[in-house]
């Protein structure tokens, strides 16, 4: 077989690759059956103590540290949460003691009502993971 057949075969194996590999997805790769759902689940005991301040304040008060920020829409734009309208998602700042700014620390709530949330998680790395809080409300 000559060179130029190698380099044609192996680009056709190569397109048939990547075409398979998009037609399952990242589903097949993560195990996922959601786009962007999260798997991991904690409890708020393992949360920072700070978080523990935020969800009484959403389920109460309302008192934030960052009223300009919390509460506003999150966009869910890394795609992280599960896909849900525009409108869906709220973020809240988990302060991280000793810095003088907001920090990486959220907790995102979606759908409900503003303090009956249906949908409760947390990310310490800015949005890069999150967990689900099952126990947010309990």
């Not at 966009?75 to 003088?100: C, F, H, K, M, Q």
């Not at 890069?128 to 126990?135: K, L």
Request: glycine share 14%; net charge negative; charged share 25%.
């Amino acid at each position: 077989m000559s060179t130029r057949n190698n380099r044609l075969a192996g680009g056709v194996a190569g397109a048939a690759i990547v075409l398979v590999a998009g037609y399952f997805g990242l589903d097949a790769v993560t195990g996922d059956d959601e786009p962007g759902a999260t798997g991991d689940t904690c409890t708020v005991a393992s949360l920072p103590g700070q978080a523990d301040d935020v969800i009484d304040s959403i389920l109460g008060d309302g008192d934030f540290e960052h009223p300009d920020h919390d509460g506003k829409h999150f966009g869910n734009y890394e795609g992280r949460l599960p896909e849900e309208p525009g409108s869906y998602y709220r973020e809240y700042t988990v302060s991280t003691p000793g810095l003088d700014h907001r920090g990486a620390r959220r907790i995102v709530v979606g759908g409900g009502t503003d303090t009956d949330p249906d949908v409760w998680y947390y990310t310490a790395d800015h949005y890069e993971s999150f967990c689900s809080i099952p126990d947010a409300e309990d």
